[in-house]
């Protein structure tokens, strides 16, 4: 098939974090300090992936404030004629180091919000004072007139919250916000029970969200993620495998979509080993799930398949154990109805513990 080039890079530059949020989707295991690609192996990345065509880089962990030559990162993708977007948790950040990183030619900033109060936020990210450091930050960036997201994960312990957060990026002046149900991947996936939204609470979402479009159009762009285990359709991830972003974990390993490497049986080449346009173009793993030859079905014969790609391969690989399965979200999976039963059961569970994520 005719592959287009990749107009997106996430960077995850660290899986280290001062937050411990127990709907993380990074891997279970984490890379370590030691194992983390040194300053100059970034660099000539983030010119390989100028050279095949990336235009947006997206610099993220973990915390990447914890990597101290972030700014001469951002300097590096900027020299590279990239658009760099820091996403963060803020916790790290000082007014100073701002300006530094703003001189480095840093674009745009993506902060995350674990809730919209001092104890909610506190709560999900595990981490006390973070919610007031948020806030803080949010003050530096607006005085900047650096381009601001907001960007909120909500679940069953604080979906109730979406109003207030849309009110919130309003008052931080963002341009967008993004409202991303959880999804189920990594350690988000061990707190699936504690996690899963009502189908009430999802179907709420999407009314807000509706609705915040249309009374905020040309003031705030509302991105949104909806809870597919409700929905009877699967997301349309990755816009396709392999076919408009990629990912370079911290250790140098270069996949296709976040969590490609909870699926057995794919090996994944590194950035410091093989050239990018090599692995993008010609990569055994990168070729396993693009265009529709590898499908199943009911898949191989669906009128929508070139519309959703039969949905997420991580979160077939989770539910199905086949990542070549239809993802158990679409209406049209054999396992679709077991899936809508675990969710039902998990919603008449009484109070489920988080469990935090730590280093």
Same mark, same amino acid.
């Given at each position: 098939?005719?592959t287009?080039?990749? /107009?997106?890079m996430?960077?995850?530059?660290?899986?280290? &974090? !001062?937050?411990?949020?127990?709907?993380?989707?990074?891997?279970?295991?984490?890379?370590?300090?030691?194992? #983390?690609?040194?300053?100059?192996? %970034?660099?000539?990345?983030?010119?390989?992936?100028?050279?095949?065509?990336?235009?947006? @880089?997206? @610099?993220?962990?973990?915390?990447?404030?914890?990597?101290h030559?972030l700014s001469?990162?951002?300097?590096?993708a900027?020299?590279?004629?990239?658009?760099?977007?820091?996403?963060?948790?803020?916790?790290?950040?000082?007014?100073?180091?701002?300006?530094?990183?703003?001189?480095?030619?840093?674009d745009?900033?993506q902060l995350? @919000?674990?809730?919209?109060?001092?104890?909610?936020?506190?709560?999900?990210?595990?981490?006390?004072?973070g919610f007031? =450091?948020?806030?803080?930050?949010?003050? %530096?960036?607006?005085?900047?007139?650096?381009?601001?997201?907001?960007?909120?994960?909500l679940?069953?312990?604080?979906?109730h919250?979406l109003?207030?957060?849309?009110?919130?990026? @309003? #008052?931080? #002046?963002?341009?967008?916000i993004?409202?991303? /149900?959880?999804?189920?991947?990594? %350690?988000?996936?061990?707190?699936?029970?504690?996690l899963?939204?009502?189908k009430?609470?999802?179907?709420?979402?999407? =009314?807000?969200?509706i609705?915040?479009?249309?009374t905020?159009?040309g003031?705030?762009?509302l991105?949104?993620?909806?809870?597919?285990?409700?929905?009877?359709v !699967?997301?349309?991830?990755?816009g $396709? +495998?392999?076919?408009v972003?990629?990912? /370079?974990?911290?250790?140098?390993q270069?996949?296709?979509?976040?969590?490609?490497?909870?699926?057995? $049986?794919?090996?994944?080449?590194?950035?410091?080993?093989?050239?990018?346009?090599? /692995? %993008?173009?010609?990569?055994?793993?990168?070729?396993a799930?693009r265009?529709?030859n +590898?499908?199943?079905? !009911? &898949?191989?014969?669906?009128?929508?398949?070139?519309?959703?790609f039969?949905?997420?391969? &991580?979160?077939?690989?989770a539910?199905?154990?086949?990542?070549?399965a239809?993802?158990?979200?679409?209406?049209?999976?054999?396992?679709?109805?077991?899936?809508?039963?675990l969710?039902?059961?998990?919603?008449?569970?009484?109070?489920?513990?988080?469990?935090?994520r730590k280093?």
């Amino acid at each position: 098939m005719n592959t287009p080039a990749p /107009i997106a890079m996430l960077a995850e530059l660290t899986h280290r &974090c !001062p937050l411990a949020c127990p709907y993380c989707s990074n891997p279970v295991a984490l890379t370590q300090k030691a194992q #983390e690609l040194p300053t100059e192996v %970034w660099v000539s990345a983030f010119q390989q992936a100028a050279e095949l065509g990336v235009l947006q @880089l997206h @610099l993220s962990g973990g915390e990447p404030l914890a990597r101290h030559d972030l700014s001469d990162l951002i300097a590096a993708a900027r020299d590279a004629g990239l658009y760099t977007n820091l996403i963060t948790s803020a916790i790290g950040l000082t007014e100073k180091r701002l300006k530094t990183l703003e001189d480095a030619g840093l674009d745009h900033i993506q902060l995350s @919000l674990q809730g919209t109060d001092t104890e909610m936020a506190d709560y999900i990210g595990g981490y006390k004072g973070g919610f007031a =450091r948020k806030m803080q930050a949010a003050a %530096w960036v607006r005085a900047a007139g650096i381009p601001l997201t907001l960007n909120t994960v909500l679940h069953r312990k604080n979906l109730h919250q979406l109003p207030r957060a849309i009110e919130m990026a @309003l #008052e931080m #002046e963002a341009r967008r916000i993004e409202v991303a /149900i959880v999804q189920f991947h990594g %350690w988000a996936l061990d707190n699936r029970a504690a996690l899963m939204p009502t189908k009430e609470q999802a179907d709420e979402a999407t =009314r807000l969200v509706i609705k915040a479009r249309g009374t905020y159009k040309g003031r705030l762009v509302l991105d949104y993620v909806p809870a597919d285990y409700h929905t009877g359709v !699967p997301k349309r991830c990755m816009g $396709g +495998w392999g076919m408009v972003g990629l990912n /370079i974990a911290p250790d140098g390993q270069v996949l296709p979509c976040h969590a490609a490497q909870t699926i057995p $049986g794919l090996t994944f080449q590194r950035i410091d080993d093989t050239p990018l346009r090599d /692995i %993008w173009y010609d990569d055994p793993a990168f070729n396993a799930y693009r265009g529709d030859n +590898w499908m199943q079905e !009911p &898949c191989k014969s669906c009128e929508f398949k070139k519309r959703d790609f039969g949905g997420c391969r &991580c979160q077939a690989m989770a539910i199905a154990g086949d990542a070549a399965a239809t993802d158990p979200t679409c209406q049209k999976s054999p396992l679709n109805v077991q899936l809508q039963n675990l969710t039902n059961h998990t919603q008449n569970e009484d109070e489920i513990e988080l469990t935090y994520r730590k280093m």
